[in-house]
Nanobody, 113 residues
Framework: VQLQASGGGLVPPGGSLRLSCVAS????????MGWYRQAPGKQRELVAT???????YSVDSVKGRFTISRDNAKNTVYLQMNNLKLEDTAVYFC????????WGQGTLVTVSS
């Protein structure tokens, strides 16, 4: 499988989740990886990226709350999400950055009280 995201769920505002994405080795070892999200009625947007050397970037709306990381032994990219807000509700996807792999189903994160 090229990309497989998991870990979504229903959490209250202020809660936490950790998303995981297992990537094929050929992609993981070569490419910067990213997490993206698509909220209902909105376009898909970039959330965070992590290079093969460990440098990370996150968009302003999640900075200080979300952390992207990579586990090289498992070809897995994580997105630790803390202090979740209602506006974080979305389907979350992983892909290379820039994205070039077919989008999978993603994993749904619902923040609701």
């Amino acid at each position: 499988v090229q990309l497989q995201a998991s870990g979504g769920g229903l959490v209250p505002p202020g809660g936490s989740l950790r998303l995981s994405c297992v990537a094929s080795e050929s992609i993981y070892k070569r490419d910067t990886m990213g997490w993206y999200r698509q909220a209902p009625g909105k376009q898909r947007e970039l959330v965070a990226t992590a290079t093969t050397t460990g440098s990370t970037y996150s968009v302003d709306s999640v900075k200080g709350r979300f952390t992207i990381s990579r586990d090289n032994a498992k070809n897995t990219v994580y997105l630790q999400m803390n202090n979740l807000k209602l506006e974080d509700t979305a389907v979350y996807f992983c892909n290379a950055f820039p994205a070039f792999i077919s989008w999978g189903q993603g994993t749904l994160v619902t923040v609701s009280s």
